[in-house]
């Protein structure tokens, strides 16, 4: 590492008076892991890492292949407020790559999975930009702890309403700007104690990283509150869930390459290309951006949440829209959103997948079809097969299926961790499919 970078630091933390250090990651399924130093440990851990047992995490390492460390991003620093107490010394994070001991990145490792797709762009000359919507429910708890997860059913959409939850999304927006991460805006979601907050537009793996931070924050701040967040895509039957709608562009020598202006949809033949290749494979890539049984529960007609491989600019069942943007904005501005992701997924795959294929058909030079701007939740199997619009599956298990048969995941995952990822999300599916649920009991047990 860069001896400046390192001096860099060292003297933030003096400076902040920060006594630990989180050093975090995430496995694959997003969760965040962290392996806490006294400072006086952080210039050895930010020369030569810090050692783990990447067996103890999920789809990391087999037993006799264990050894693996831990290198702090220095650009990542940040103090965490939340862990801030008078009269304590401070507590900061790095987040980390993971290295093997031959001191190659571990390719199982989600940060680096993002990395290498982002080079395979930076190698055509693209960098790739990102704006997630990060949806989430809010519950109050009672005095013992329990979670009140009651949702009355429609909510407020972009009503003010200033309650308790108000102050609390205040207060993690207020915490992410001390951690040096801009959002967006927040609004109330349409249903009934649902809300987003929107992380400023911005380099993929900067927003993956602001990402992990943001629901980390949200959730420690909610802790304090008496509160529980979640990012469960559908906690309710017969109302909205919640997503991660993502925002992309490609830029190359800071120009907007998705941008013209002679097209009616200001869109170029590159930007077309990323469409077409993302609505080519987003079959076998959605078991990664909907990663959960629960994922499916959103993804279904009538919700707001498409499920119909097509593109559109003002049709939001549509899979990917082109919004509108103001005039004279239109070089900065010009983008897609793909509206299937959702909040329990792994940031970094979720992007590394959404990349990897738009790349494959810009190389391909794929030809996207023609925009559907009509309601797709109307149309039945006839309509949609003259438009040649495919569904996106409709559980778990299909998901995984059409992983298994692509090439796009097992290319960016890396044989092991493409089949461990298999493996654990197969087994989360078994053990849905032999559960008997409340839904079963009341529908069966008296009368049958």
Request: glycine fraction near 6%; charged fraction near 30%.
């Amino acid at each position: 590492m860069d001896k400046k970078k390192i001096k860099d630091i060292l003297n933030k933390v003096k400076k902040d008076q920060v006594s630990f250090i989180d050093l975090q990651f995430t496995d694959f399924f997003g969760n965040i892991k962290a392996s806490t130093i006294p400072t006086y440990n952080l210039e050895g851990a930010l020369n030569l890492g810090i050692w783990i047992d990447g067996s103890s995490i999920e789809g990391f390492a087999r037993i006799h292949e264990s050894d693996m460390y831990l290198m702090p991003d220095p650009d990542t620093y940040s103090v965490l407020p939340w862990r801030t107490e008078a009269g304590k010394g401070k507590v900061a994070r790095l987040i980390c790559d993971v290295y093997k001991p031959d001191h190659q990145p571990f390719e199982g490792d989600p940060r680096f999975i993002l990395k290498k797709v982002l080079k395979e762009a930076g190698d055509l000359g693209y960098e790739y930009f990102t704006g997630p919507e990060c949806e989430f429910f809010l519950f109050p708890k009672d005095e013992k702890g329990n979670i009140l997860n009651i949702s009355e059913g429609n909510g407020f959409y972009f009503n003010l309403i200033m309650d308790q939850s108000h102050e609390i999304k205040q207060e993690i927006m207020e915490t992410l700007d001390v951690m040096g991460i801009q959002s967006e805006t927040s609004t109330h979601e349409v249903a009934d104690k649902q809300h987003e907050i929107d992380i400023k537009y911005d380099q993929a793996l900067r927003t993956a990283d602001n990402t992990i931070t943001l629901k980390m924050a949200a959730k420690m701040i909610a802790l304090k509150h008496n509160f529980h967040v979640t990012f469960m895509p559908k906690p309710f039957f017969g109302i909205n869930g919640s997503g991660m709608h993502t925002h992309q562009s490609l830029w190359k020598k800071s120009k907007n390459v998705f941008y013209n202006k002679k097209d009616k949809y200001g869109l170029s033949s590159v930007a077309y290309s990323f469409l077409a290749g993302q609505l080519k494979y987003v079959r076998e890539i959605t078991g990664v951006f909907a990663p959960t049984v629960n994922s499916y529960k959103r993804l279904t007609p009538g919700y707001e949440a498409p499920v119909y491989a097509c593109w559109a600019r003002i049709n939001r069942s549509a899979l990917i829209r082109i919004p509108q943007v103001s005039k004279g904005n239109e070089t900065k501005a010009t983008r897609m959103e793909i509206r299937s992701p959702d909040p329990a997924s792994n940031p970094y795959l979720t992007f590394a997948v959404l990349l990897k294929a738009g790349i494959e058909g810009i190389k391909k030079n794929l030809k996207a079809p023609n925009p559907v701007e009509e309601n797709l939740f109307e149309f039945n199997d006839d309509k949609l097969a003259k438009f040649y619009i495919e569904k996106l599956p409709s559980n778990l298990d299909e998901a995984l299926e059409e992983i298994k048969k692509g090439t796009i995941v097992r290319e960016i995952f890396g044989d092991y961790t493409w089949t461990r990822y298999l493996e654990s999300k197969k087994e989360e599916w078994d053990n849905f499919r032999i559960s008997v649920t409340d839904w079963e009991r009341e529908r069966y047990l008296k009368n049958t």
